[in-house]
C-alpha cells in the first residue's frame, strides 16, 4: 500500500515521496473528505463550503475528484481512497496523513474545570462553522474569571475533532488612543509566519496588498520599508474590506479560529471589522472567539455599541462565565492533589472564601503544591485544625492575594517584574536595559519564572529592526501586570518610562512609525510631551493609512494636548501644523465640513502655516478653512479664501495649485457663473494624477482629481452637455475604484444622482442615490447620507411611491442638524416638486419660498433658474397661472445668463405648455 501524506501548508500530496502540487480548490476538497474521513460529504456542501456564489461551483466538485483520483492513482469503480456513495456524494476511505495543518497537535488543553457548558457550546461553534457558517462567539466574565483558561482549553482540544487554523490577537491597555487593528495585524503576523505561510503571503499579495504592505519583512527578496511618514503610496481606506477578504479566502481551503483577547481595550477600528464580518452573509468558515471584561463596559462606549449590534446578528454566541462552584473546585482540588485524600469542607470553604474567583482558586491551589501544605504523611489527610489554619489565611481578594505573592519574589526578580509592568503585558528582556550583559542575566531570571507560570510565560521570539533579538514574555493575566504597576511609586514609574520609550526609539529608529502609539503611550507618562506629541501625530497617520477615520482622529487631538504642553518652537510648531492638517482631514471624511472643532482646527493651522511661509502647509489650511465657509453657504468668505489660494498657485506644487483651481472653480459654481468656473476644473481634471491620491487625503481629506470630476460632471450636465457629463462621471467612478476612497465614491455618487435627476431619469436616480446611502453607511460618511436620502426619496415619488416624500423630509432635517446650508435650496426644490406630484402645491410653495430666501441671502445661484421653474408648475396646480408665466420667464432669462440650456429648455417647454393651454 502506498504511503499518501498531505501538506496542507505547501498545497503538496506526496505518494511514496513523490510531490505533486493540488490546485487551491483541489486541495480544499481534499482537507474536507480528510476532515470528515469516513462520513460522506454532499456535492451541495462541497459547492457551498468551497465554492459558494463562485464560478464553476455546480461542475467543480466533480472536477476536484476526478483529479484527486488521477493523482492518487484511484479510481470510482475500485476506490482505493475516495469512495463514490450513490448519489449521496463521496467518503474518504483510504489512509492519508495531514502535515503541516496550521495547528499545534502536540500541545496539552490547560487544566479547564466547571466549564463544561461553556467548552460544549465553542465546540458547536466549531462544528457549525466547519459547515460553513460564520459564528462569532464573546466570552464576557470578569477580571480572572477564567476567560482565557476557557478559550485556551477550546483552541487545544481543536485538533482532535478537525484541522483547524488559529491565530491570536491580545488587544493591548493604553492610557491614550489605541492603535488602529492592532490585534488583527498580530493576527495576520502569525498567519503569516506559521505553517501555511505561502498560501497566506500569496492570498495577501492577491486580495489584502494593504495588509501585505504591514508586514514587509515577511516577504522574501525584500527589504523592510520604513512606515511612509505622508502616506503617498497608500490606499487609506482599504483595509477592513481586504481582511475580510483574506479571511474568506483563508478559510475556503481549511476552517480557522481566530481568538481576540480582551476586546475591552480593543481600537474602534477592530471593533468595526468584527461586526462587519459578523453582518456579512456570505459563507466563511472561519470562528472569532473574543473575549472581554463585562465590568470594564463603562470604560469602553465602543465594545458596548459593538455588542448591542452584535445582539441582531443570527449567528452570535454570547457566552457569561459566573464563579466556580463547589463541585468544579472539588474536581480541580482532586486533579491537582490526585494521591492525597483532602476533607470533604475544604472544597466548599475553599469556594466560599474566594468566590469562586477562576485565578484566585488556581493561584492559591498553586502556592499551595508549591509550599507542600497539604502534604500528609502515609497517604492520611492533614488534621483538621492544620486545614482550619490554611483556609482561614486566604484573603478573599484577588487583589490582596497577588500582593501577598509578589512579596515572595526576591528583590532581584521584583525588579525585573516591575519594569516589565511598565514595558507593557508583553515584553523582553531587551526593553528593560540597555546594557547587553543585564539583558542576558534578566533574561535567564525572566525564563526560570516563565518555567514554573510564576506571573509570565513565554510568548515566542522578538526581533527588532537593529537586529535586537530576545524572548518575548506575556504576563499570565493582566491583573498581575496591573498590580506591580501600581505598586511602583509614580516618579519611578516616570523615569521607567522615559528609559523603556528611549530604549524603543533607539531600537527602531527610522521605522518607530511601527510602534508610534506605544512609544507615544511611553513617553506621555514619562511626561517627555515634544517626543510624545511627534510619535502620536504619527500614530494618527498611521491610522489614516488604515482607513481608521475615528482612531485618527483621536491620535491627533491628543497629540494636540501634547503640543500644548510643549515649549513653542519652530519645529514644535511645524509638527503641531501638520497635526491639525491630519486632524482637519479625519474630521471631513469622520464627521463634516461644518462643525466648530474643524473651523478651530484649521484657523490654528493657518496662523501657524503663516509663521513658515511655507504652500505646503498654507494651502491645506487655507483650502480647510475654504471647505468649511463654503459648506455653511457662506460665499463671500469662501471667495476671500479662494482668491487666497489662487494668488499662491503659482509658487506652489503641483497637488496644491489643483487644490487651489478647485476652490476658485467650485466657488464660482454654486454662485452661478458656470463660463468662469469651467477654466479651473478642467485645469484639475488635466493635471490630476493617481499618485497624488493618497497624500491629498490626508492633507485635503478629499481628492482634487474626483472634486474637479463631480463638479465638471454637474456642470457640463446644466450647459446641456449630457454625454460628456456621464463621461466625466464614469472617469470619476474608475478613480475611486483605482484610489480605493469611499469618501470619493460618496462625492461622484451624489454628482452622478444629480446629473440623472437633470436629466429626468428617477429611475437611474434612484439607483446611484442608493448606492450612496450604502456607500456611505458602509464607510461610515455622515456628510454625504443625506444627500442620497433626498435624492432617493425625490426618485421614490416621480416612481409612485409616496413613502420618498418621508426620506426626503429626512435628509433636509440631517442636513440642517449638520448646520449645512449649502444645497439646501436644491433640496428644498426636490421637496416641493415631490409634494406637487402628491397633490399639495401649497406645501411646496412654502418650501420655495424658503429656498429664495436662503439665496437672497448667501448668493447660492447655480440652481436659481430651476427654482423659477417650479414655482410656475406649483402656481399652475393651485390655479394661479398668471403667476406661473412671469416666472417662466424669469427662470428662462436667468438660464440664458448662465447659458444653462438644460433649465433655459424645461422651462421654456413649460412656458409654451402654458400659452397653449391659454389659447
Known sequence: ?????????????????????????????????????????????????????????????????????????????????????GRQGYRLVGKI???????DTTGTAPLCVGRTTELQSLADCAAAVRAGKRIVSLVAGEAGSGKSRLVETFAATLPRTADFWSARGQCIPHPGAREPYGPLIEIVTQLAEGASRKRVLRLL????????????????????????????????????????????????????????????????????????????????????????????????????????????????????????????????????????????????????????????????????????????????????????????????GAGKFIAGEIGWLDPYERQLLDIASVAGIRFSAAMLSDDR??????????????SVRRFIQRAGVMVWPDGTQATRYVFRHALYQEALYDAIPAANRQGLHQRIGSRLETAFKSRTGEIASTLADHFERAADWKRA????????????????????????????????????????????????????????????????????????????????????????????????????????????????????????????????????????????????????????????????????????????????????????????????????YAEGMTLTDTLEQPFGRAQMLWAGALIAREREDPVRVLERATALIETCEAAAIPFWRPYGDLLAGWAQVVLGNASGLQQIHEGLNAQAAMNVTLTRPYGLALYAEATGRCGNPVEGLKALASAFKIIRRTGERWHEAELHRLWALLSVQTGRTRNASSALRRAIRFARTQNAVTYEKRAQDLLDRIAGQLT
Open 1 to 85: 500500500m502506498q504511503k499518501v501524506e498531505l501538506d496542507v501548508s505547501r498545497g503538496e500530496l506526496l505518494r511514496d515521496g513523490e510531490v505533486v502540487r493540488l490546485r487551491p480548490k483541489t486541495l480544499a476538497v481534499l482537507v474536507e473528505l480528510h476532515a470528515r474521513e469516513g462520513q460522506v460529504v454532499s456535492q451541495q456542501e462541497l459547492r457551498h463550503l468551497i465554492w459558494g456564489q463562485q464560478h464553476g461551483r455546480e461542475t467543480g466538485p466533480k472536477q476536484c475528484i476526478r483529479e484527486l483520483r488521477r493523482l492518487l492513482g484511484d479510481s470510482a469503480e475500485t476506490p482505493g481512497f475516495i469512495e463514490t456513495v
Open 97 to 103: 496523513t495531514v502535515l503541516n495543518s496550521g495547528t
Open 205 to 396: 499579495e492577491d486580495v489584502a496588498p494593504s495588509w501585505r504592505d504591514l508586514l514587509p519583512q515577511l516577504r522574501s527578496g525584500r527589504e523592510p520599508a520604513p512606515l511612509p511618514t505622508r502616506l503617498t503610496d497608500t490606499h487609506p481606506d482599504s483595509m477592513l474590506r481586504e481582511l475580510t477578504a483574506l479571511m474568506e479566502r483563508l478559510s475556503q481551503q481549511q476552517p480557522g479560529v481566530i481568538i481576540l483577547e480582551d476586546l475591552h481595550w480593543a481600537d474602534q477600528s477592530t471593533l468595526a471589522w468584527l461586526l462587519s464580518w459578523a453582518q456579512r452573509r456570505a459563507p466563511a468558515r472561519t470562528l472569532v472567539v473574543g473575549t472581554y471584561r463585562f465590568d470594564e463596559l463603562d470604560k469602553s462606549g465602543d465594545l458596548q455599541t459593538t455588542l448591542h449590534y452584535l445582539q441582531r446578528v443570527q449567528d452570535f454566541s454570547p457566552i457569561t462565565l459566573d464563579g466556580l462552584d463547589e463541585t468544579a473546585v472539588a474536581d480541580l482540588l482532586k486533579r491537582r492533589f490526585p494521591d492525597h485524600r483532602l476533607p470533604a469542607t475544604l472544597a466548599g470553604e475553599l469556594r466560599r472564601r474566594t468566590e469562586g474567583h477562576a485565578i484566585l482558586v488556581d493561584a492559591i491551589i498553586d502556592q499551595w503544591h508549591r509550599d507542600g501544605v497539604l502534604e500528609s504523611s502515609e497517604n492520611r489527610q492533614p488534621p483538621e485544625q492544620d486545614i482550619t489554619e490554611i483556609v482561614s489565611a486566604i484573603s478573599r
Open 437 to 450: 550583559f543585564e539583558v542576558e542575566k534578566g533574561e535567564a531570571v525572566l525564563d526560570r519564572l516563565a
Open 533 to 728: 506629541a511627534v510619535h502620536r501625530g504619527l500614530a494618527g497617520l498611521t491610522a489614516l493609512e488604515r482607513g481608521a477615520i475615528t482612531d485618527a482622529a483621536a491620535q491627533f487631538r491628543q497629540a494636540l494636548v501634547s503640543f500644548a504642553a510643549c515649549e513653542p518652537d519652530p519645529e514644535t510648531h511645524t509638527a503641531e501644523c501638520r497635526t491639525l492638517l491630519g486632524l482637519g482631514a479625519a474630521l471631513i471624511v469622520g464627521d463634516h465640513f461644518t462643525t466648530d472643532e474643524l473651523r478651530d482646527v484649521y484657523e490654528r493651522a493657518a496662523a501657524l502655516a503663516g509663521r513658515t511661509n511655507d504652500p505646503t502647509t498654507i494651502v491645506p489650511a487655507l483650502a480647510g478653512l475654504w471647505n468649511h465657509h463654503l459648506t455653511k453657504a457662506d460665499l463671500a468668505a469662501a471667495d476671500e479664501l479662494a482668491k487666497g489660494l489662487d494668488d499662491l498657485a503659482e509658487d506652489a506644487p503641483a497637488l496644491y495649485a489643483m487644490v487651489a483651481h478647485n476652490a476658485v472653480g467650485q466657488t464660482r459654481f454654486f454662485r452661478g457663473d458656470f463660463a468662469a468656473c469651467l477654466p479651473h476644473i478642467n485645469a484639475v481634471c488635466s493635471a490630476s494624477d493617481t499618485n497624488h491620491g493618497a497624500e491629498a487625503s490626508v492633507l485635503f481629506g478629499e481628492d482634487p482629481g474626483i472634486v474637479c470630476r463631480q463638479y465638471a460632471a454637474c456642470v457640463h450636465q446644466l450647459l446641456g452637455q449630457s454625454e460628456h457629463a456621464e463621461r466625466l
